[in-house]
Every structure is written in structure tokens, then in C-alpha cells.
């Protein structure tokens, strides 16, 4: 009983107040852009280079606006002035680009 307390009164605490946005660079399959869609956040833009998560993305949520390519080619627009930067940066110990350490 507590916890559904606790949930309710971080859902009131977290739940933005006016139209906030959020723009996202290494969206992957988007998990983190879900959470800030569910609290109310208007998705400005979804940056990705992996075509399979581009892909997932695009049927799974077709009015993102899904950016394919590599964040270091992404310029973002004038219009684009989010609240919130959101960057899921891969963990270089579990990515397939780096180095796998078992002990990351």
C-alpha cells in the first residue's frame, strides 16, 4: 500500500506543469524517450545510426520524428530549443562498440 502511495505522489511531482520538449540523441529502441512521452514531454526529434532501431522506432511510434544517421552529422535546426537533452550514451562496457569488459 505504501508503494502505490509513493508512486502516486512521484507521478504528481514528475508531471510537467506546461509544454515541455525533448530532443534525443542516441535514441536506441527508445526506451528512455518513453518515459519522458508518458509524463507529457512533446518528442522534438529522435536521433540514431542503428538502421534496426531506426526501423523499430519508426513502426512502433510513427509520429516521432526519427533522425537516421550519425550524431556527428546531426545539426539541429534553429526551431529545435528543447527543455530536456536526452542522450543514452551506450555503456562501453556492454555496447557491441566497445570493449565487452565482463567487469564494467
Not at 508531471?15 to 518515459?35: A, M, Q
Not at 509520429?63 to 535546426?77: L, N
Request: with cysteine; glycine share 12%.
Amino acid at each position: 500500500m505504501a508503494s502505490k502511495e509513493l508512486l502516486r505522489t512521484t507521478r504528481q511531482m514528475v508531471t510537467p506543469k506546461g509544454d515541455f520538449s525533448v530532443l534525443s540523441l542516441f535514441t536506441g529502441g527508445g526506451g528512455l524517450d518513453l518515459g519522458f512521452e508518458a509524463e507529457g514531454f512533446h518528442q522534438l526529434g529522435a536521433v540514431e545510426l542503428d538502421a534496426w532501431c531506426v526501423e523499430t522506432l519508426r513502426q512502433n511510434r510513427p509520429h516521432w520524428r526519427v533522425i537516421h544517421g550519425d550524431m556527428r552529422q546531426y545539426e539541429p535546426t534553429k526551431v529545435e530549443r528543447p527543455d530536456v537533452l536526452l542522450a543514452g550514451i551506450p555503456c562501453q562496457g556492454f555496447s557491441l562498440g566497445g570493449n565487452r569488459d565482463e567487469d564494467d
